[in-house]
């Protein structure tokens, strides 16, 4: 089948998969993970084979792999839609494909598929063991199946259809409606336990804080439209004229050019969906959601689409900008938010004790590394870092996934109720999870950027070389430091739980997850090693130029000038070493020794941990600034004033009046006029009758009387008249 | 001539008189007796006008049958009869106001009408009355129709009265 | 010779003495003997202007049979009802006939 048949289709299996399983197999959850899984599958081959032959096909950035259809007839042209697979795209959907199917492979195992149903499970609220009786009539604790398996892989299957979608389309509008289905999709699934409180507001918080990203957004790609007539891609960044006349016309706001104008609008909705500061705040309470869930949006997809959407109107944000010359006003914009959030998360990062909390961090400092990238004008570098993080992400994630089911079932076998997600409890897990320790191990080490081995190397070493060659040397220091304290954490993450002595008996009772959970993870540490390698610059010394460096050149392409390679510079190599290797050493060292559940750098720092710690009470300022005004003008202003005191008040008298008005006729008129009226009538006729009747006696010779006598009276009047005339 | 005046005014003095003694009289019998009186001299009358055969007719049909026919009616409903008491009912004043105005006005009418001084047409010319009589009576472009209704409805008369005036002990079921 | 008027008050006054006794007596007989009066009147007019006006024509004539034929019938058929009403009620007052009152 041609390749754009196959772009086309490739969204179509996980949307079929949701519609059947919502509507069909809901009670059925082997049909529904099948049908799912079998979605993602089907999407996944599809994916492959287009990618392969995307990129065996020469000069794709040219004539990309496209096909399109007229969808809205507007006068005499027509809005088209449709599918384009260029360098870009390409690359997205490889490590898209791969990560969705790997999640969707994990969930089964993660959701408890097989096991019994716990008596006191209700949909709803996280399952919460069943009690079964062995051989021996031991009763123990097991884990016990979600019972709202069926619309969680639904949901998914949901999800991965709108990223599918986000990736594959041409036009800037395809991408807003995949965009907004994503955040649909992470709404509900953040809130899949829907019976906890904090689930629900935090997919509240999800939903809201990406919304007001997405307004902005909005008004990006209406402005561009007024000024393009079109939101397809090569349309408009094919089209050199149309970039000039956007780079050289002022927008009328702040000074900008349309293009940055455009730019920045735009950016600010990538600042929502990939967790930038100052928007970054339901990021961390996302964590809510199952751990696939956290997997797939803040990892692999949905994340990464804020940052795909940022690369993709590279143009358009670095109009104007020569390689090797000033930053324009819109990348210094951009590039100072990514750095400052990189920086940010990361010191967050390190005083936090929830493991999936630390990821969450983490999560929003790379991202701001590529965000970063983007604003410095690394284009590929941007590029790669996305790929290599997806895959790195993901592993940890599932991984993390992984140790809490493994700290879950130590918690049903030991009795003691512990929060098995708190690292602090953790310890020496190494012995009790191997797969998990060592997958766990790699993902954590490519976070760290340790060196050659790993793909997280690769790509921190290309921004910070980016960084440096480009003269921005603020960014440069502010990323290292990053990455300095990314190193630290992550060893501080990987020591405190695998490492050392069980700080806890639900630790000490810990054991390995089943395969549907473990395979994923040994898939994704190979893409983590191998990843890395096919962007290996050329001026690497040894190894440069072994490897082509195929990631360079191909997503290269896309920018239509051949970018000169950068001259190498030992400075950001070493640097990148330092901090990799330094922060890494530090984390152990500093957190080796810990056996009880207390974090040394607490007393270290004091007052500066408890910060760290509340995230630079961030959400608190957010409370009152933004959150109570809006309670207080939706439950006060306009709930009890306007609605019920002036509108209901309003609608209350008109009810009265009338009500008295009713009255007033009825009283007034209906009852004396009419009513009395239609009485009177009645009353006279038969008194009138009545007073008639003794006309007729019934006696002849009284008839006879009478009518002589009216005979002669009218004879006499007859006779008068005639006589006159 | 004079002389038919004389008897015009005799008579029609005696017919007013006997009319007037008819509903006045309070025994019955004798209004019918005056009745037969007055009957004649509007017979007289009739042949004042040259209407012999109707002269005739009137004392057959009229006092031979009818004034025969209420005598036996007073004779059958002899002891009903009030003749003590008073004869007039309470409407008589107003009957006479009526009546005397009723003469008036159709006198004043009638005098004030021109042709009411004519004298009679010329006797010489008029031909016999009988014969032309019983021709238009039987001629059907002449008076036949009314004449065999007249039979139909002296017909209906007498199953009438036979009807009505049956004795009610000999049985209803027959209609 | 005697005018036509003559004959015609002649006849009005005996119509109105027939009325006259029509309305005012009491008993029922002498009603109809009233109508009698009334219905000779009538024929005392026919004639008088059959005499006077055409003598010639026969409408005159035969207006005054039908006349004599309908009083005819008419008596009997009155004296009829009178003697029916005489049994059931033991009365000939023409007052105490009163069915119709209402």
């Known amino acids: 089948m041609a390749a754009e048949t196959l772009l086309w289709l490739i969204p179509l299996p996980p949307l079929a998969a949701f519609i059947l399983i919502t509507l069909v197999t809901n009670k059925n959850k082997t049909l529904s993970h099948g049908l799912a899984i079998a979605g993602a599958a089907s999407s996944w081959v599809m994916s492959l084979i287009v990618f392969i032959q995307a990129i065996t096909r020469p000069n794709l950035a040219e004539n990309p792999i496209s096909s399109s259809i007229n969808w809205l007839p507007t006068g005499e042209t027509a809005l088209r839609i449709g599918v384009q697979l260029d360098n870009l795209s390409a690359v997205v959907l490889f490590f898209v494909a791969w990560t969705i199917l790997m999640i969707f492979i994990y969930s089964v195992g993660y959701h408890n598929y097989g096991q019994p149903a716990g008596e006191r499970d209700v949909p709803g609220l996280p399952p919460r063991g069943a009690e079964i009786k062995d051989a021996h009539g031991h009763t123990h604790r097991v884990p016990s199946v979600e019972p709202m398996y069926s619309r969680f892989f639904g949901f998914l299957s949901l999800f991965a259809f709108a990223m599918y979608l986000l990736v594959v389309c041409d036009n800037l509008l395809l991408l807003y409606t995949g965009w907004e289905i994503m955040g649909l999709c992470s709404y509900l699934l953040i809130g899949f336990w829907y019976g906890k409180d904090s689930a629900k507001k935090a997919a509240m918080k999800a939903f809201m804080t990406t919304r007001i990203g997405d307004v902005f957004m909005l008004l990006g790609i209406v402005f561009l439209y007024t000024q393009a007539g079109t939101l397809n891609y090569r349309e408009i960044f094919g089209n050199a004229e149309l970039m000039r006349t956007l780079t050289t016309t002022p927008a009328g706001f702040l000074g900008l050019s349309q293009a940055a104008g455009i730019g920045l609008l735009l950016f600010i909705g990538t600042v929502g969906k990939s967790a930038q500061f100052p928007l970054h705040v339901w990021l961390p309470d996302a964590m809510e959601g199952p751990t696939p869930v956290s997997a797939m949006i803040h990892a692999a997809t949905m994340v990464s689409a804020g940052v795909y959407l940022a690369i993709r109107i590279f143009p358009l944000l670095t109009a104007g900008w020569e390689p090797g010359g000033a930053l324009t006003p819109a990348m210094m914009v951009v590039g100072a938010v990514g750095a400052f959030t990189a920086l940010f998360a990361a010191t967050i990062a390190v005083a936090q004790n929830d493991i999936k909390r630390v990821l969450a961090f983490s999560t929003i400092s790379q991202l701001g590394y590529m965000i970063a990238a983007i604003g410095i004008g690394a284009y590929t570098a941007a590029i790669f870092h996305l790929v290599t993080h997806a895959f790195f992400k993901a592993l940890l994630f599932l991984g993390s996934g992984s140790v809490i089911h493994g700290m879950e079932h130590g918690v049903m076998h030991s009795g003691e109720h512990v929060d098995a997600q708190d690292m602090l409890n953790m310890g020496g897990l190494r012995k009790k999870m191997p797969v998990t320790f060592w997958t766990f191990l790699i993902g954590g080490l490519a976070l760290s950027g340790f060196p050659i081995i790993t793909a997280g190397f690769w790509s921190k070493d290309e921004i910070l070389a980016g960084a440096y060659h480009g003269g921005q040397m603020a960014i440069f220091i502010t990323l290292a430091l990053a990455a300095l304290l990314t190193a630290f954490y992550t060893m501080r993450q990987i020591t405190l739980t695998f490492f050392g002595q069980p700080r806890t008996e639900a630790a000490a009772h810990a054991h390995e997850t089943p395969w549907t959970m473990t395979v994923p993870l040994i898939v994704l540490s190979v893409f983590a090693i191998s990843v890395g390698w096919s962007g290996i610059p050329e001026h690497f010394p040894l190894i440069g130029g072994l490897i082509p460096n195929w990631c360079e050149t191909f997503t290269g392409a896309m920018l239509g000038h051949e970018g000169e390679a950068a001259a190498f510079s030992a400075v950001p190599l070493l640097v990148s070493i330092v901090v990799s290797l330094g922060g890494l050493t530090l984390g152990w060292l500093a957190y080796r020794k810990v056996k009880i559940a207390v974090d040394p750098l607490k007393q270290a720092l004091g007052g500066l941990h408890t910060v760290l710690q509340r995230k630079y009470f961030v959400d608190e300022v957010y409370n009152f600034l933004f959150i109570r005004p809006a309670v207080w003008i939706s439950e006060v202003f306009t709930s009890r004033w306007m609605d019920r005191v002036v509108i209901d008040g309003f609608l209350h008298a008109i009810a009265r009046a009338f009500l008295w008005l009713g009255k007033i006729v009825r009283h007034g008129f209906d009852v004396p006029v009419v009513n009395a009226g239609g009485d009177a009538l009645a009353a006279g006729i038969r008194k009138g009758g009545a007073a008639l009747s003794p006309m007729q006696s019934g006696r002849v010779q009284q008839y006879m009387v009478v009518t002589i006598t009216v005979v002669m009276v009218f004879s006499a009047i007859l006779f008068a008249i005639l006589k006159l005339v | 001539m004079i002389l038919d005046q004389v008897i015009f005014l005799v008579t029609a003095v005696v017919v007013l008189a006997a009319a007037v003694l008819v509903v006045s009289v309070p025994k019955m019998i004798h209004a019918a007796l005056w009745l037969i009186l007055a009957l004649a001299g509007v017979a007289v009358l009739f042949v004042l006008l040259q209407a012999g055969f109707f002269a005739v007719v009137q004392v057959i049909v009229y006092i031979g049958a009818i004034a025969v026919l209420v005598i036996f009616a007073v004779m059958l409903t002899r002891k009903a009869m009030v003749d003590d008491g008073p004869q007039l009912n309470r409407y008589s004043v107003m009957a006479g106001a009526v009546s005397l105005m009723m003469f008036a006005a159709l006198s004043g009418m009638l005098l004030s009408w021109d042709g009411a001084n004519a004298l009679p047409a010329n006797p010489a010319v008029h031909p016999d009355t009988i014969v032309n009589l019983g021709e238009s009576l039987t001629n059907p472009q002449g008076f036949l129709l009314p004449f065999e209704v007249a039979s139909i409805l002296l017909l209906a008369a007498l199953v009438g009265a036979i009807f009505i005036g049956r004795e009610q002990r000999a049985g209803r079921e027959e209609e | ?102």
């Open chain 3, 1 to 102: 010779m005697i005018p036509l008027s003559w004959y015609l008050i002649l006849s009005a006054a005996l119509v109105c003495i027939g009325v006259f006794g029509v309305i005012s007596r009491r008993n029922a007989i002498a009603m109809l003997l009233g109508v009698e009066l009334i219905l000779n009147a009538v024929n005392i007019n026919l004639l008088a202007f059959w005499r006077y006006k055409d003598v010639s024509s026969v409408t005159g004539q035969v207006f005054t049979i039908m006349v004599i034929t309908a009083a005819a019938a008419e008596v009997a058929v009155g004296l009829a009802i009178f003697i029916a009403v005489y049994r059931n009620r033991r009365s000939i007052v023409a007052e105490d006939v009163a069915e119709l009152k209402g």
